[in-house]
């Protein structure tokens, strides 16, 4: 994309960018508290996912931070590696590793990710920030933000906390703040109001008029004001030598310890993965159908991970739940995530005070409709209109992630695809001409195109249940391809299994490489030499 693109874009970019940020900036510190790190460590994240990886990516929709699905790795790390400054070290080194996967091309991996898994895992997403989020929209802070696990460090898990919030902890003044923020953006989304003011994004009047609400509450000294403890809540640096004091270097000492390397392949995989996994997720919900590099995307995560770890943050991945929000706030093209990240830096730095104003309400609320525009009802009846062999994948990837955590659900989400395509291997890899076969009549079994060992067992099966006393031909004409196990077990049915049974074999269609005439134990039709 020319510059030119880039600035024609900025109307549309600039304002994504803000709603980017409000979104990033209570999970970049959420993520921090929830991984056991020092809070700041996540703004340097999130700045830095902006910032760099902005700058060096190829995706226009991606936005890269601090990522729920490092939570506990980060806290086991810490506590394994004895220090935060020693694993930081260990977050250059997984940089550095992710540099070297980007070079060597390992990105091609998110070619096999299915698309059934794939919207499988942003519909789980959405359901998930949706029961996550309403705590924090009813005044509940129990559960950090960020935190998308389903069993929480607390204890408790997703439901309970739900529970827990809707029979004995309901905020009137947040909810007030959250149910106004909602009607706001939803009548943002009027094409009457967008005709007029749509340069303005309906979260951020949302954001602004909810800061108001809750600023006259407390100036009326009104029991629904909201209070600090749910609120917005960075950390305000007294000075600027304070401030440059909550950035923290990696403890280059550690170098020769073992565990260091440990910890840096376990952040490097992880990330690498959920990075992938983004990318590939945003790209189909990208309105341009534009595709993204995934070996230039592990490079510039590898980057990125190299400088914020240099600079005291929280490893960094492309997160789907801002890069969604990204998207559903009309970004063009990337300014919008490298614009969120000097959004980050600007305000922690220079306004930390006006921050700590924002209610958490109200970014629930911008999640919420985030999460229904991730899980909406049309999704399910799409895929289930796809077959149940898109169907079943797609469900158990919803309900995996849901009640686990992304990476877990994603993965059993493939397992699920996998038994899918062989399931539908076994059922397509010939064609059976089924019913009520009398003695002395053809059977025909046509086999199809590809035949792998995939559908070995199937034809294998198929084979030693065919009827005695009967004339069975095996017609491999349309098949390009046979694997060398599913000709075995053709040659010794036909050598030894079918005259045990009294069944007459006729092969037909085989290529001469495959040596099926050297046998005088069937009758065979090959094919034409010069196919």
């Known amino acids: 994309m020319q510059k030119n693109d880039y600035l024609a874009n900025l109307k549309y970019d600039l304002p994504a960018g803000l709603v980017v940020f409000l ?23 999130g700045i ?19 990522a729920a699905g490092l939570t506990a790795v980060v806290l086991v790390s810490i506590q394994q590696l004895g220090s935060f400054e020693t694993f930081l ?21 998110a070619n096999y990710f299915p698309s059934n898994v794939i919207k499988g895992m942003l519909t789980g997403i959405g359901i998930i920030i949706i029961l996550k989020q309403i705590p924090h929209a009813l005044g509940y802070d129990k559960d950090a933000e960020g935190d998308f696990a389903f069993f929480e460090q607390s204890g408790s898990n997703t439901f309970l906390t739900l529970w827990e919030t809707l029979t004995q902890y309901i905020h009137p003044g947040a909810t007030v703040v959250a149910l106004i923020s909602i009607a706001i953006m939803l009548v943002w989304e009027k094409p009457a109001v967008k005709k007029m003011v749509g340069f303005v994004p309906g979260a951020l009047v ?18 629904w004001a909201i209070q600090q403890e749910h609120l917005v809540n960075i950390p305000v640096a007294s000075d600027f030598s304070a401030f440059l004091g909550q950035f923290n270097m990696p403890d280059f000492a550690q170098w020769a310890n073992p565990k260091v390397y440990s910890v840096a392949m376990t952040i490097c995989i992880v990330a690498s993965i959920e990075t992938l996994l983004c990318i590939e997720a945003v790209d189909k919900i990208d309105p341009y159908l534009r595709v993204s590099d995934p070996n230039r995307e592990l490079r510039a995560q590898g980057i990125g991970n190299i400088v914020s770890g240099l600079l005291g943050g929280l490893p960094v991945t492309s997160v789907i739940v801002r890069s969604s929000a990204n998207v559903n706030a009309n970004a063009r093209t990337k300014s919008s995530a490298i614009l969120h990240g000097f959004f980050l830096l600007i305000c922690a730095a220079l306004i930390p005070g006006i921050l700590n104003m924002i209610p958490l309400a109200a970014l629930a609320a911008v999640l919420i409709l985030t999460g229904y525009k991730l899980a909406k009802v049309s999704i399910f009846k799409t895929v289930w209109d796809n077959g149940k062999y898109q169907w079943w994948p797609f469900i158990i990837t919803v309900v995996a992630v849901v ?31 089924k019913e009520e076969y009398h ?27 065919l009827p005695e006393n009967s004339r069975v031909l095996i017609d491999a004409s349309e098949s390009a391809y046979i694997d060398f196990d599913v000709l075995e077990d053709i040659r010794e049915f036909a050598k030894e299994k079918a005259s045990k049974k009294n069944i007459e074999v006729v092969l037909k269609g085989f290529r001469d490489r495959y040596k099926f005439w050297e046998a005088d134990f069937v009758h065979s039709e090959p094919e034409n030499k010069s196919r």
Request: aromatic share 6%.
């Open 89 to 109: 070290l260990a977050v250059v080194l997984a940089g550095m590793f992710q540099l070297v996967l980007g070079f060597v091309k390992a990105g091609m991996i």
């Open 403 to 433: 009640f686990t955590d992304l990476l877990t659900g994603v993965g059993i989400g493939l397992a699920a695809s996998a038994i899918a395509i062989l399931r539908g291997n076994m059922r397509n890899a010939y064609f059976f001409h």
């Open 206 to 223: 949302a954001v602004l008029v909810s800061v108001l609400i809750n600023q006259l509450l407390v100036s009326m000294g009104e029991p």
């Open 23 to 45: 979104i990033a900036l209570p999970l970049c510190l959420g993520i921090a508290l929830a991984s056991g790190a020092p809070l700041f460590s996540g703004m340097i994240a």
């Open 48 to 66: 830095i996912g902006g910032i760099v990886i902005g700058f060096l990516s190829g995706s226009h929709t991606s936005v890269s931070g601090p």
């Open 439 to 465: 003695e002395g009549d053809l059977i025909t079994i046509k086999l199809s195109q590809e035949v792998s060992f995939l559908n070995k067992a199937a034809i294998k099966l198929t084979l030693d249940h």
